[in-house]
């Protein structure tokens, strides 16, 4: 048997604030909202199927940049946001952790007789995906959530998550329905989760003979999966510089803090921004628009918002409202037929990957997360536990770039 994809998800207690959660469900909304606006719903679930732009999602909003939590809080805010604009969107969010998951058949019955879909059968893939990924993965995981996401035309994704109590380490499964023609043949876009030696996956590619065996036996068809992409986390709490690509940061610096480049961002997007928020949205536009290969290092996209632990500093509350205006008041020019400031994102990206090209010095990692520390209080900083930050008073000045 081949192993499965895999990433180390450190299971997380403890909730989201209020102040937190609320923020997630706007700017999250909004991210999917300019995705499907460019792009279509189809575009959003492909890449709510990917686990690194799942996982850059997740850190863009100010999740922890690694724990198993960004799955149950981005799901979460996008139920709460999505679903009241779904006749709009053409997304349904069903299901979710524990009890909510349970709703599932339910709620999808709902969106197939609302939308005039097979209901049954979004109801079959649902079980499958769940059965699948909970007993036919011999990989000691149990499922507790489970996330169906569909479009209005019956395209679908799933993005589940188990647990194991033994290690405290969790997995997610992401499917998506264009990739599946089998269930019972490497079904999955990709599987997430710490390696536990080999396991036992009947619906893996090369695993018909064991599933014929199986179907003698039991005259019930069982199954594994394919090499995936593989999504690896550190139990580390914190974030190093091995776990962002440098480059493509420092592009990001660059544009936000030389003057000239930072003038000219701002011109793109019509508006008059300071550094630290054309920071936070070139990342954000980074999540919109960016390749499938530019989201390997999704611990990058922490550099936006931060973290509500702290790491690796506190969410800037200040910009984090500033990025949700600006997206916001450009995503509503744009449903009035006003593209001037929804194409400015598409700009700033493009903008941002030509200085990347042009050999933009490399982050000071150290230097850059020092900074925002020290400028946390005047950005109104939180964490999730201590509230407001408040950090050591060691004013210098520095440069946030390597060698310069």
Not at 14 to 38: C, Y
Not at 65 to 79: D, E, M, P, R
Not at 278 to 286: G, I, P, T
């Amino acid at each position: 048997m081949q192993r499965s994809g895999y990433a180390d998800l450190p299971l997380h207690g403890g909730r989201v604030p209020a102040w937190l959660a609320e923020r997630m469900t706007r700017l999250g909304t909004a991210i999917v909202e300019a995705v499907v606006h460019h792009y279509g719903p189809g575009a959003a679930l492909s890449r709510l199927s990917d686990p690194f732009w799942f996982q850059a999602l997740g850190c863009v909003m100010g999740m922890d940049w690694h724990s198993s939590g960004i799955t149950t809080s981005v799901v979460g805010a996008l139920k709460r946001g999505l679903n009241p604009r779904a006749g709009e969107l053409g997304l349904y969010v069903c299901g979710g952790r524990g009890r909510h998951s349970r709703n599932t058949p339910g709620e999808l019955r709902a969106v197939a007789e609302a939308r005039g879909l097979d209901g049954e059968s979004l109801v079959r893939h649902s079980r499958l995906t769940a059965r699948i990924d909970n007993n036919a993965i011999g990989d000691g995981f149990q499922i507790y959530l489970h996330s169906f996401i569909v479009s209005a035309e019956g395209d679908w994704t799933v993005v589940q998550q188990g647990m194991n109590e033994a290690t405290g380490l969790a997995r997610r499964y992401h499917w998506h329905s264009a990739g599946v023609r089998d269930f019972t043949c490497a079904p999955h876009t990709a599987i997430v989760g710490e390696p536990q030696g080999e396991i036992l996956n009947l619906v893996d590619a090369q695993a018909r003979p064991a599933q014929n065996a199986l179907l003698e036996l039991v005259r019930a068809p069982e199954a594994t999966l394919a090499e995936a992409r593989k999504l690896w986390m550190p139990r580390r709490h914190a974030v190093r510089a091995a776990d962002v690509d440098l480059q493509r940061l420092g592009a990001v610096l660059a544009v936000a803090y030389e003057r000239e480049l930072r003038d000219f961002a701002s011109l793109l997007l019509v508006e008059n921004l300071g550094p630290r928020t054309l920071q936070s949205l070139a990342l954000v536009a980074e999540v919109v628009y960016g390749a499938p290969s530019r989201f390997q290092d999704p611990a990058r996209f922490s550099f936006a918002h931060g973290g509500k632990d702290g790491h690796p500093f506190p969410v800037p509350l200040k910009i984090y409202d500033q990025s949700i205006g600006v997206l916001r008041s450009a995503l509503d020019a744009a449903r009035v037929g006003d593209e001037e400031k929804i194409e400015g994102f598409r700009r700033l990206n493009r903008f941002v990957e030509a200085v990347e090209k042009r050999c933009a010095p490399a982050a000071d990692f150290e230097a850059l997360v020092e900074h925002e520390r020290r400028i946390s209080p005047a950005l109104d900083g939180r964490t999730a536990r201590s509230g407001p930050f408040t950090a050591p008073s060691r004013p210098r000045q520095m440069s946030l770039f390597e060698n310069t």
